[in-house]
Every structure is written in C-alpha cells, then in structure tokens.
C-alpha cells in the first residue's frame, strides 16, 4: 500500500510562490510515476504534471507550463511541485498521485493524497 501525503499549501498573493511537497511511504519512484493534479470548488479535477517514474519523462499542463515545476528528491521519498507567479485562478485543493504509467488521465493513477488547499489572494 502506497500512502502519500501532501503538505505546503497556504494562502499567497497573486504573484507569489509555493512548494507543495508530496512524501510517500518508502521508495515508490523506481515503480511509479507521480502526478499532480487540482480541483477547485464545482470544477472537475485538473491535470497539472507528472514525473514519469524513470524520471526522463516530465509533461506540463498548458495552464501551468512555464510557471510550475515538478521535481522529485529519491532520498527522501519526496515529489515537489514549486508554483512561481500565482494567479487567482490557480486556487484549488492540490493532490499528487502515483501510478504505474504517467498520464493526464486521474483514473490512470492508482494512489491519492488527501490533497493541501492552496488560496491565492488578488
């Protein structure tokens, strides 16, 4: 059983930055890959990045290409997702997930956090 568990969320300014981080119960890397995804209040959920789990494959949303960026730390078991530029819109409940292949698809993925809340003030 794979746990994961999300931390860093906060309220920021429109403008600012996070790190949401993501640490999971012993080594998952080597057989998973790791997304992240967002849903925000009466919005379905939204696909964000995932690290394939060779860790030579990294896709972006275009809605947070250039801005987001999804890295991982094997030592410590620990996936980040660093959000540079914050728009209001980007407020929503961020969830990583793990799967056995990397996709924009959140059924692809097996394993869930139970999500950190991020709020971006304008």
């Known amino acids: 059983q794979v746990q994961l568990v999300e931390s860093g969320g906060g309220l920021v300014q429109a403008g600012g930055s996070l790190r949401l981080s993501c640490a999971a119960s012993g080594s998952i890397f080597s057989s998973y890959a790791v997304g992240w995804f967002r849903q925000a209040p009466g919005k379905e959920r939204e696909f964000l990045t995932f690290?394939?789990?060779?860790?030579?494959?990294?896709y972006y949303a275009d809605s947070v290409k250039g801005r987001f960026t999804i890295s991982r730390d094997n030592a410590k078991n620990t996936v980040y997702l660093q959000m540079n530029s914050l728009k209001p819109e980007d407020a929503a409940i961020y969830h990583c997930?793990?799967?056995?292949?990397?996709?924009?698809?959140?059924?692809?993925?097996?394993?869930w956090g139970q999500g950190t809340q991020v709020t971006v003030s304008s």
């Open positions: 690290f394939s789990k060779s860790g030579d494959k990294i």
């Open positions: 997930a793990a799967g056995l292949f990397p996709a924009v698809v959140d059924g692809t993925y097996k394993y």
